[in-house]
């Protein structure tokens, strides 16, 4: 695990506001020289503690105006079940986020679509299409007030 004192933080947070920021800009913005910033960067880089760097699109002028929190349940909690779940996740790119939990609900999942006739394409198609989903509750988003996603 790598050291987050007070300028890797800074850096951490600078980059996840601008990922594209300049070296030279972020060194200023942190108060390191140029070379003592780029070192740090790499190595935060290098260590993994920065997986990538990600455009942040506008989901509206991509056609897409339907977004949803889906939680699901599976009737059987085989390895082999939630396997073949997230794989058919992995293949769906209405499907941008699934996450495994804990509670009521196996998983989470977060879709983007164009709008309601898509999802309902995606919920008979996709969901519906899987043995192992039992229980399926959308939570169809209105605003985003805060979305700190990359």
Known sequence: MIELDRYNSKI?????IDGRISNLELA???GLSPSACLRRVQELERSGVIKGYRAVLDREKLGIGFIA?????L???TVPS???FEAAMRASPAVRECQNTTGIFE???RVELPDIAAYKRFHVDVLGALPQ????TTYVVLDSPKDERG
Not at 12 to 16: K, N, P, S
Not at 69 to 73: C, E, F, K, S
Not at 133 to 136: Q, T
């Open 133 to 136: 989903v039992n229980s399926i």
């Open 28 to 30: 200023e913005r942190i």
């Open 12 to 16: 951490l947070r600078e980059l996840e």
């Open 69 to 73: 929190y889906i939680a699901v349940g």
């Open 82 to 84: 939630q396997e073949s």
């Open 107 to 109: 998983y989470l999942l």
């Open 75 to 77: 009737s059987d909690h």
